[in-house]
């Protein structure tokens, strides 16, 4: 208890410090708030949330560390006389290879979601379950079909549509084209109706339009409001009880930690179908 209670206050202590440095760098809503609020909560809620949902001494010093390590960049990249950061996005950026880029990734990932929709199509059962066979079977018939190209590119808005955005700041694309990423990237997040990916895809807006564009603090914080809004509205029309509600969020919140940790002891699972402890590119395992 005292080991824990000294390690949380160690590293808060250094983060505060740290993040006081970076704000009267760039004192503007962003990223950093984003980031810092989620691991908070995560760290010191996931503690109090109690078993099985609290880290061990060595998980909550990696999510420490990990923390730290996405706070000292900033130091590098903001400018003591600008709001904003001093990224220069023009910087060796070439128009065409850009847009080349950011439409190869959108195409890639409406096929790969197409042809896994198709792949499912015969095998769901829409006439006793309706739509909602894309959340009941669906999410388990992707898993057992899946391969390296949907991995890696069913789910690519996290690079795409902070590419379009940059690319919109640099005046190489036009706002509809920007609308038009961050529509898709919508798109291939609510096919299989679950709320994850949606919550990823309004993180993913969030936090690159914080860095590229000078948003104001009442406008950031809309954002949120209209972006994360949604998945809460979803969680809320399932019927669930108060006890109910509140352990499945406990579980959306505070359970990746938990789930983290059993990467980090080797207790993942299907490790007994493996001869090697290299979970991180366990995907490769689906290329077919």
Not at 34 to 60: E, N
Not at 219 to 241: E, H, K, N, Q, W
Request: charged share 15%.
């Amino acid at each position: 208890m005292i080991v824990r209670l000294g390690l949380n206050l160690f590293f808060l202590v250094f983060i505060v410090l740290l993040l006081y440095i970076i704000k009267k760098k760039v004192n503007k809503p962003g990223y950093l708030d984003i980031y810092s609020s989620l691991w908070f909560l995560l760290l010191i809620g996931s503690q109090w949330a109690g078993s099985p949902y609290s880290a061990d001494i060595f998980t909550l010093f990696v999510f420490y560390l990990a923390w730290i390590s996405f706070l000292v960049p900033s130091l590098l990249f903001c400018n003591t006389n600008d709001e904003e950061c001093s990224i220069d996005y023009t910087y060796g950026l070439n128009a065409n290879r850009l847009k080349l880029t950011l439409f190869t990734l959108i195409i890639i990932s409406l096929i790969v979601n197409i042809a896994a929709m198709y792949s499912l199509s015969g095998s769901l059962n829409f006439f006793k379950f309706g739509l909602i066979a894309l959340r009941l079977q669906g999410r388990k018939l992707l898993d057992e079909q899946s391969t390296i190209i949907y991995q890696l590119f069913a789910k690519c808005f996290i690079v795409y549509i902070p590419l379009a955005m940059i690319g919109y700041r640099c005046k190489h694309i036009n706002k509809f084209t920007l609308f038009v990423a961050c529509v898709v990237g919508l798109l291939t997040c609510i096919i299989t109706l679950t709320r994850a990916p949606i919550l990823s895809w309004a993180i993913t807006i969030i936090t690159a339009s914080s860095i590229c564009f000078n948003v104001t603090k009442k406008r950031f914080y809309a954002y949120i409001f209209f972006l994360v809004s949604p998945v809460v509205i979803t969680t809320m029309l399932f019927g669930m009880d108060n006890e109910e509600l509140l352990e499945m969020a406990k579980l959306y919140i505070f359970g990746g930690i938990k789930a983290y940790e059993t990467i980090l002891n080797g207790q993942y699972p299907d490790i007994s179908f493996y001869d090697v402890k290299m979970y991180s590119v366990d995907f490769i395992n689906y290329n077919t």
